[in-house]
Every structure is written in C-alpha cells, then in structure tokens.
C-alpha cells in the first residue's frame, strides 16, 4: 500500500470504489499460521456431527495433518454417510459449545485428545 506525500502541494482525485483490504499470505507459512488461527470451518469444509463412538481410524501425514485411515462399517461415521477414508480433519469441536478448533497441523496426538476432552454425546468434525 502507497501514500501520497503530504508536502505534495497538488491534490489528485480517485474516483474509484473503496474495498476493504484483504490480507494475503505471503508465504506458506503465513498461510498456514492463518488456517490453524481459524475457530470456524471454511466453505469447502463438510461439517459432520456424529455419536461417540465416532467409528473411525485416524492417522498423521507427515506435515501433521490428520485424516481418516479408516472408517468402522457399522460405525457411527459410516452410518453418517458422509465420512470417507482419505478425508482430512480441518476442525473439530471445541471442549464445549459450538466453537471450532482448527486441526491444521496439529498433528494426531492433539487431535485425539481434543475428542477425548469434549463435553456430551456429539463431536463435530
């Protein structure tokens, strides 16, 4: 972003429509440091509610991303219809309330005990 000078005695008009500025990430890292700050699921993110026991494996990549090895075929996700093996946990329910915890990176281990720790019957994925 530029400024005009203030010393500047002449005075330029814009006539153009102002936007509200959209932040960028630089790199990956500023992109992902944005995506693990996130606290609600993106438009391409499918939100699943399922019963405890939620029926499914997961495991890590190695970038600590967290997807689903496999689902149980009569389990609670698979009775969803709506989880498959290969999906990538992107959020997860906080311990209590409708908010959402990026799962971004976090890696497995944080992610298994953010479903041990949640309060009620339901987690959200």
Same mark, same amino acid.
């Given at each position: 972003?530029?400024?005009?000078?203030?010393?500047?005695?002449? !005075?330029?008009?814009?006539?153009?429509?102002?936007?509200?500025?959209?932040?960028?990430?630089?790199?990956?890292?500023?992109?992902?440091?944005?995506? !693990?700050?996130?606290?609600?699921?993106?438009?391409?993110?499918?939100?699943?509610?399922? !019963?405890?026991?939620?029926?499914?494996?997961?495991?890590?990549?190695?970038? %600590?991303?967290?997807?689903?090895?496999?689902?149980?075929?009569? %389990?609670?996700?698979?009775?969803?219809?709506?989880?498959?093996?290969?999906?990538?946990?992107?959020?997860?329910?906080?311990?209590?309330?409708?908010?959402?915890?990026?799962?971004?990176?976090?890696?497995?281990?944080?992610?298994?005990?953010?479903? +041990?720790? +949640?309060?009620? !019957?339901?987690?959200?994925?």
């Amino acid at each position: 972003m530029g400024f005009a000078s203030s010393s500047s005695s002449s !005075k330029v008009a814009i006539n153009r429509p102002i936007s509200t500025a959209i932040s960028m990430a630089e790199d990956d890292e500023d992109f992902n440091r944005w995506a !693990k700050a996130s606290r609600s699921a993106g438009a391409n993110d499918n939100l699943v509610e399922l !019963k405890r026991p939620l029926g499914l494996v997961l495991d890590e990549d190695d970038n %600590g991303n967290v997807y689903v090895q496999t689902v149980a075929p009569k %389990g609670n996700a698979a009775r969803s219809g709506l989880v498959k093996e290969g999906d990538i946990v992107t959020m997860c329910s906080a311990t209590f309330g409708s908010q959402m915890w990026s799962c971004r990176g976090v890696g497995l281990t944080r992610v298994l005990a953010a479903i +041990r720790v +949640r309060a009620g !019957k339901f987690f959200i994925l």
